[in-house]
């Protein structure tokens, strides 16, 4: 592709510092990541958080990009596109660049602040079980055309986006089953994607630190259905009713839908029920025999980090679930409940550089909802995890344990758990890393917990 036909599609762009025609500039790759820049890439410019892209032209140019994206021009012998906004030009470029490729697939979208995974992994399921190749994209697998590739963003940027979709469609896949996250909606990461379906599961606290109050939260969501055929709404969520109000073409669901009558449902909990429902629904749109949807649900025995029993022979229950919003633990809790009639513990924090305003609620959520709560460290980034703790444990002020290690909060609960109790290990799900200050080490809460049950095991 010509870098003409580019600054086209990116219009208002002015060329500049090209030689001769920019019809002759050929672009074999879209890059915005100096990594991925190679010989013959149109490099992005984009302005990050913490380092301007701009600054990373050179090395870019160094790496053999062909041409600049940039919202100035720069003193270096390179063309450029200067556009008033690099990042919004990405999802334009990356569309007509890899061929629009969601024309060929049907998208089937989940968005919402909880559900997400466990509803996509239901409907991806039922996919393959009606003989329809899909690829998935969530924050704790990705599939494209059957091959298993390295997660990251829940929503990729753009370029990713557009080329996994590329990848999908000319590898045989026909549909793609993807989490569609608010952040990315307002990141314009998603601009030029088509959902065949949108599933809409529901809307808590999570994310204010990006959107900065619900109603902009909420307008991110509704964004989203602008681009999509067809629109299934939880409506037992109070914002689904909202949303359904607005989109009177929407089907919609509930925990009471009788969607799922006689169909087996391996995974527990009413906020499962709902999940799978939403599923079915998202499946009917797009055309799935009934026969198919019951049987991808029944085949979901569970899904990674989310309401994951963890067993090693220990006379009490471990549940480790991705619960990281005051809803989430509180469903979580309740659903707990019914795995034993002992004692409830969860062991639980609040990850650092993220919504603030929702860490005492979280604590108040874990007092309520169990018998014990022990406060510990989530994924602390460039914060204090004690700073954290504090303000996690004013929602519930002398009712929580604090232990900031998270192995030995974990070891803490297991270790004490009698028979017939449940412990939850909430919050972090099955990510494999925890994020710290000093950066990633390893650690899986359900690896570590599976340590502590055997040792314990051998103890006896």
């Not at 990541?33 to 958080?49: E, Q």
């Not at 799935?288 to 569970?302: F, N």
Request: net charge negative.
């Amino acid at each position: 592709m010509t870098l003409e036909r580019l600054a086209a599609a990116l219009s208002p762009a002015e060329v500049v510092n090209a030689p001769g025609d920019p019809a002759r500039v050929a672009i074999a790759d879209l890059a915005y990541d100096t990594r991925a820049a190679r010989p013959g890439a149109l490099f992005f410019c984009v302005r990050g958080a913490a380092r301007d892209g701009h600054e990373l032209a050179a090395a870019a140019a160094a790496a053999g990009a062909a041409a600049l994206v940039v919202d100035h021009a720069l003193d270096l012998p390179l063309p450029q596109l200067v556009v008033p906004d690099v990042r919004a030009a990405m999802p334009r470029a990356a569309t007509v660049f890899f061929g629009d490729p969601t024309r060929e697939l049907d998208v089937a979208a989940v968005t919402g602040t909880n559900g997400k995974t466990t509803t996509a992994f239901l409907l991806h399921a039922i996919l393959h079980a009606a003989g329809r190749p899909a690829g998935l994209l969530t924050n704790i697998e990705r599939r494209v055309a059957g091959e298993a590739r390295p997660t990251g963003l829940n929503t990729p940027e753009a370029i990713d986006l557009q080329r996994l979709f590329r990848q999908m469609a000319d590898g045989g896949d026909t549909a793609c089953v993807m989490e569609a996250t608010s952040i990315a909606q307002a990141q314009g990461r998603l601009e030029g994607t088509r959902f065949a379906v949108l599933v809409f599961t529901n809307l808590t606290q999570d994310h204010l630190d990006f959107h900065g109050d619900m109603e902009r939260y909420f307008t991110a969501k509704r964004a989203l259905f602008e681009q999509a055929d067809r629109a299934v709404v939880n409506v037992g969520d109070e914002h689904g009713r909202r949303l359904a109000r607005e989109l009177p073409d929407a089907v919609t669901y509930d925990a009471s839908s009788p969607e799922l009558d006689g169909i087996e449902l391996a995974l527990r909990g009413s906020f499962n029920r709902e999940n799978a429902i939403g599923a079915a629904f998202a499946a009917r749109e797009l055309g799935v025999p009934e026969g198919a949807i019951r049987r991808g649900i029944a085949s979901v025995r569970g899904v990674p980090g989310r309401f994951e029993s963890i067993e090693e022979g220990q006379p009490f229950a471990v549940i480790v679930d991705y619960a990281h919003t005051p809803d989430s633990l509180e469903n979580v809790l309740r659903a707990s409940r019914e795995l034993g009639d002992g004692r409830l513990t969860v062991v639980f924090g609040a990850g650092g550089d993220r919504d603030r305003a929702k860490r005492p609620l979280m604590g108040a959520a874990a007092a309520t909802g169990a018998d014990r709560a022990i406060l510990t460290s989530d994924n602390p980034r460039s914060e204090d995890p004690a700073a954290i703790a504090a303000e996690v444990a004013a929602g519930a002020p002398g009712r929580l344990e604090l232990e900031l290690d998270r192995r030995a909060a974990i070891e803490r609960a297991l270790a004490e758990a009698a028979p017939g109790d449940v412990v939850v290990l909430a919050g972090r799900g099955a990510e494999p890393e925890q994020e710290l200050a000093s950066g990633k080490i390893p650690f899986d809460d359900r690896e570590v917990a599976r340590e502590a049950l055997r040792r314990a095991e051998v103890k006896r």
